[in-house]
């Protein structure tokens, strides 16, 4: 035995899966404003843009959009505003802030530390060339 109880075997198991929600969610909003870098852009045209960028490795779905882009305005990162879509839809449209385009970059900073570390500590023989960029390069 480790001396831990099973009531805080099971709060550092809620700790540890609190910190894999907030690692996920901070990710897909990092992917979010780093696509609408381009531009403003309405909800399909982000979750396309997000999945062209990743060779189609990864998937946003509407649940999962909608909620992080409300949560993006709400923090003041993006800002949503209606417009017409290409095929003459109402539609609304997100555009990055100032305050956003910050956070991007404090966020770019935070993973260009972090995911040569954790490459290396995990040994896996890749090295990431680009940050956001989904390029990887073997070594």
Do not use: C
């Not at 910190?19 to 982000?46: C, P």
């Not at 396309?48 to 992080?68: N, T």
């Amino acid at each position: 035995m480790d001396g831990t109880s099973g009531s805080e075997r099971g709060e550092m198991g809620r700790k540890a899966e609190a910190s894999r929600q907030e690692m996920l969610l901070g990710t897909l909003d990092m992917l979010i404003l780093r696509t609408l870098v381009m531009g403003a852009a309405h909800g399909h045209t982000i979750a396309h843009a997000i999945e062209r960028s990743s060779d189609e490795v990864l998937q946003v779905e509407q649940g999962s959009l909608y909620p992080a882009l409300h949560r993006l305005a709400d923090r003041g990162w993006v800002e949503a505003y209606w417009g017409t879509s290409e095929n003459n839809r109402k539609a609304k449209y997100y555009k990055l802030t100032v305050k956003g385009r910050k956070q991007l970059h404090a966020e770019k900073n935070r993973w260009q530390q972090i995911v040569p570390g954790w490459l290396s500590a995990n040994g896996d023989g890749y090295e990431y060339s680009a940050i956001f960029s989904a390029t990887w390069r073997r070594r």
